[in-house]
């Protein structure tokens, strides 16, 4: 995903919307497939958000790069016919403001305290006379319990707080059930947690495999029902089918099994008409075929987030069919460390970039929930040759996406650093650093920088090693 994060006019979200769009295609066996995506995580967001609601009173906000706070949500949106939108934690994202704007929301639900969801941001939507209640609490157990509260839900999922998977899986179905979900940790239940479910006379379903909740947890919640298939995908799919009557599975929403963002933006449209979630990618992609073929009602697909969350060949694998799609084409060159290379963004204008060094850090950042195995400081420089299309000019800000050497993906990880500056001036250039979190020992990051050029999106990969 493109990760320009200016200030974005109401004209160039017009234009990006334009664009990237909807992609349909059809495929041989009739299978409707449509792609929503945007040029980033807001935007696709916003997109997603387009699709399911031309107006609506009520919006949920959650912090678009940490999940935690987040995972509870969906029941919330469902009770009150709202999107989720996503922000960055320091400010209104500007396609978000953008489409609560659209929407003519009236009240918002902040879910997290003031480290994910700021202040700053709170005070931005009251200037826009949009009404705000805060869900929080301690920690994002407490978060998890005050949001279920809010809910008052008919019965309660128990997922773990340590992992989205599960909660994202089972989002749609605890919407149309009007279940709440709650958070627990591996190894134990949270105080203000057990207190919730001890009050809650009502049925209690656990979703989550011994890698993510421990035999005892479960014991000790009584639980009615226990999905805990060995994978993340095993369960996803066991829950979908022990509620395919209460689902609509003409529909079904696909998302990358590598990241949170597009799919809980997408929990809230697959709540809102009953449509079932599945998280794919490279290692379940055979589970999700079986089940498409298992289920010849689903006749149509959409995907959540553009092609470097969710690939056109995963998802012609699960479909089970040859590639039909208007996909765009996308020109890929590998760059090493300390290699300049021009990049020809007819957007935002025409620039050169050169990663200058790679370094490990110990700094974390204390308001950040999540606990990264390594992050990885990324100095860089960029330089103007040529205006673009676009007014605003060239700024790379956490520009790059990351997969590590085992094939997982990094994230932007939040911390102090050189700053980008905007580049308007035909030559001018800057030095900057973007910090990459990883969860595994990795010998070399992949990382990628996207670029618009003639109303296509291209790629350019930097194969950059840590040791």
């Known amino acids: 995903m493109i990760k320009k994060n200016k200030v974005f006019m109401l004209f160039l979200l017009t234009l990006s919307i ?109 200037t826009m006379k949009i009404n705000i209640e805060r869900i929080c609490g301690k920690d994002r157990f407490e ?28 989002s749609p179905i605890a919407s149309k059930l009007g279940y709440s979900i709650v958070l627990v940790g591996k190894t134990s239940i949270p105080d203000v947690v057990k207190s919730y479910i001890k009050s809650k006379n009502c049925e209690i379903n656990v979703v989550g495999g011994s890698d993510v909740i421990n035999a005892d947890v479960v014991r000790d919640l009584r639980a009615n029902k226990v999905y805990n298939g060995a994978t993340k995908c095993d369960r996803n799919v066991a829950i979908i089918n022990d509620y395919k009557d209460k689902l609509d599975l003409s529909k079904l929403y696909i998302a990358s099994d590598k990241g949170f963002a597009d799919a809980l933006s997408g929990s809230a449209l697959a709540g809102l008409n009953n449509n ?68 020809p963004d007819t957007l935002f204008g025409n620039y050169e970039i050169r990663i200058n060094s790679i370094e490990s850090t110990n700094e ?72 990459i979190g990883v969860n595994n020992e990795t010998n070399y990051l992949t990382l990628t920088l996207d670029y618009m050029h003639n109303g296509e999106i291209f790629h350019v990969t930097f194969k950059v090693p840590t040791k």
């Open 143 to 170: 978060t998890s319990t005050n949001v279920a509260k809010k809910v008052n839900g008919k019965g309660i999922f128990v997922v773990s707080g340590q992992y989205y998977e599960d909660a994202l899986s089972v």
């Open 364 to 435: 974390r950042n204390e308001f950040s929930y999540s606990n990264p195995y390594e992050v990885y400081k990324i100095n860089y420089t960029y330089k103007l040759l040529s205006k673009g299309e676009d007014s605003m000019g060239v700024f790379l800000f956490q520009p790059f996406d990351a997969i590590d050497s085992k094939g997982e993906v990094g994230y932007s990880y939040p911390n102090s650093g050189l700053a980008p500056e905007e580049l308007k001036i035909t030559g001018s250039k800057c030095s900057a650093e973007a910090f």
């Open 276 to 343: 079932p979630i599945i998280l794919v990618g490279n290692n379940n992609k055979d589970i999700v075929n079986s089940f498409i073929k298992n289920n010849d009602n689903i006749k149509n697909i959409n995907i959540l987030g553009g092609e470097g969350a969710v690939s056109e060949d995963i998802v012609n694998s699960i479909v089970n069919t040859e590639d039909t799609s208007d996909k765009t084409d996308k020109k890929e060159e590998t760059i090493s460390i300390k290699q300049t290379v021009k990049v």
């Open 18 to 126: 334009s664009l990237i769009g909807n992609k349909s295609a059809l495929a041989k066996n009739n299978m409707n497939l449509k792609r929503l995506e945007g040029l980033n995580r807001y935007e696709t967001c916003s997109k997603v958000a387009s699709d399911g609601w031309s107006k609506s009173d009520y919006a949920v906000i959650c912090n678009g790069q940490e999940f935690p706070d987040a995972l509870s949500s969906a029941p919330l949106a469902k009770k009150y016919n709202a999107p989720i939108l996503l922000t960055e934690s320091g400010k209104l994202t500007d396609s978000t403001k953008v489409q609560l704007q659209k929407l003519k929301v009236k009240k918002v639900f902040i879910v997290g305290g003031e480290g994910a969801v700021s202040l700053k941001t709170e005070n931005t939507l009251k």
